[in-house]
């Protein structure tokens, strides 16, 4: 009577020191194992769960020891009619011969495990001069069973046109090779979530019928987890935005000079908006399953991008300093925050100010106070909020922290040093932004004017759906492929 079977097994396997085990911990989004920049750290065959039904279906993946020298390796097999066997047979000496002991390793488990198996190269040298991939595609070759290249230390992530450079030498490349089904960009460092998806998909188009619709199950499961994922940190973006187009400090009418009182309001407003961007972003990191340094190095990581609007007059700044966290950094480096002065006499958009220091000291020096609505004492209380403007701007910066959590990949653990800054995002946030831009403004319309006791929560529905429209035709236009999963949030 024979078994069915539940499980699916992926082999990970490489030349050493490639980036197995790193790549294995990015997939499982946990450490495993040891990660050393040296040869054959990774000695057995170690199995791991990626994915599982409810039902006891299951996705393995096996992470390998790292092919050696294999031309040595073929040399001792000329003329054996069955290499493989020959292999799998053969007696070597685990500690006076480890690097064939590992290969012999390797092997035996595509053999004998593997229902697919991900090659992973490193994608920083050139295919052609890469002398141990010849040798190691014959092997694989001999063993016959299906590869997908797994291109690893990929760089920062890339939009489509520069991805689709990087990939298509090693494409051409590996064309000559039938088994060879599929050439796929995933760094173990800045990889995003969707190309998993994209990998999942090609692995499931592998399979015979049977596996194909146990693969479908799975599949199933990793697009519920991270569809799920992505909606909650859009709807954590959402809340944050909407508190800050709800957010008000007033100041004192006290009949003390006006001046004092609008930075007074203004730090206020800067300070309450800090805390809320801090508070959300390590939630949303949290989410993803990051720990430890991952936080400080993301927030690093945004600390040296900029947002930046045309600068044509004083009433139009930039929004620059050091932070796409301009507003996190803002009290302590020189920043513009968008303001909006709602006066008793019906309102005075006050554009873009100056923040230097840790209070808001030379707001009024940016525009020499002329564009204040008034420049006496003040014994009104007057309610200053953010501006339209700068509420876009915060658009921005919500989507790109996103993007930025979404492509750190596990890589060695707990980091070491900051990944590259994710620049190339910049613009394509900008553009879809701004098309949503009279949307947007009826949203911050519509805030304002809520009660300011009602919950924010409930009232950001609309908020997240923008948010998910904007962030998902990124996602789509910089992996294509990931549209047949994604749709379901579009």
Request: glycine letters at 8%.
């Amino acid at each position: 009577m024979s078994v069915e079977k539940t499980q699916i097994a992926l082999s990970l396997i490489s030349h050493t020191n490639i980036g197995k085990t790193t790549l294995a911990r990015t997939l499982l989004r946990k450490d495993i194992g040891l990660v050393a920049d040296r040869a054959h750290v990774t000695l057995e065959n170690q199995k791991y769960t990626v994915l599982e039904t409810e039902a006891g279906e299951s996705l393995q993946l096996w992470d390998t020891p790292g092919f050696p020298n294999c031309q040595k390796i073929l040399s001792r097999l000329q003329g054996a009619k069955n290499p493989i066997v020959r292999i799998l047979t053969e007696v070597w000496d685990r500690f006076r011969d480890r690097p064939s002991w590992c290969a012999q390793q390797a092997v035996l488990n595509v053999q004998q495990e593997a229902d697919v198996v991900l090659y992973l190269v490193n994608a920083a040298e050139e295919p052609s001069m890469a002398g141990y991939i010849a040798p190691e595609l014959r092997l694989l070759e001999w063993i016959g069973k299906p590869v997908i290249v797994l291109l690893n230390q990929t760089g920062p992530p890339k939009d489509r046109q520069d991805q689709e450079r990087l990939e298509q030498p090693w494409k051409d490349y590996f064309a000559r090779h039938g088994f060879v089904r599929g050439v796929h960009s995933l760094d173990a460092f800045s990889r995003c979530w969707v190309q998993e998806g994209i990998l999942f998909e090609t692995i499931q188009s592998l399979l015979p019928p049977d596996d194909r619709q146990r693969m479908t199950r799975l599949f199933a499961v990793w697009q519920k987890a991270n569809l799920t994922l992505f909606h909650a940190a859009m709807e954590q973006w959402a809340v944050l935005v909407s508190r800050a187009a709800k957010s008000r400090v007033m100041t004192r009418g006290d009949g003390s000079p006006m001046e004092m009182q609008k930075q007074q309001a203004v730090d206020g407003l800067l300070k309450d908006l800090v805390n809320e961007v801090g508070t959300t972003t390590k939630g949303v990191i949290a989410l993803h399953g990051l720990e430890g340094n991952a936080i400080g190095v993301i927030q690093a990581r945004m600390e040296h991008v900029e947002v930046q609007r045309g600068s044509q007059s004083p009433g139009d700044a930039t929004l620059s300093g050091t932070a796409i966290g301009g507003i996190g950094g803002a009290l302590t480096s020189g920043a513009y925050a968008g303001l909006h002065l709602d006066a008793a006499t019906g309102g005075v958009s006050m554009g873009l100010f100056t923040v230097a220091g840790a209070v808001v000291g030379g707001v009024l020096g940016f525009l020499g106070g002329e564009a204040w609505a008034e420049r006496r004492a003040g014994s009104t209380p007057t309610p200053v909020t953010w501006s339209d403007e700068y509420l876009d701007l915060l658009v921005q910066d919500v989507i790109i922290r996103y993007l930025a959590i979404a492509h750190f990949g596990r890589g060695q653990g707990q980091y070491v040093a900051d990944p590259e800054d994710p620049r190339f995002w910049i613009e394509n946030v900008k553009t879809l932004v701004s098309k949503h831009h009279t949307t947007l403004h009826h949203v911050w319309a519509r805030v304002r004017g809520q009660d300011l006791a009602a919950k924010t929560e409930e009232k950001s529905t609309q908020l997240t759906a923008l948010l998910t429209s904007i962030t998902l035709e990124l996602l789509w236009s910089t992996y294509p492929a990931s549209k047949r999963f994604l749709n379901r949030l579009g």
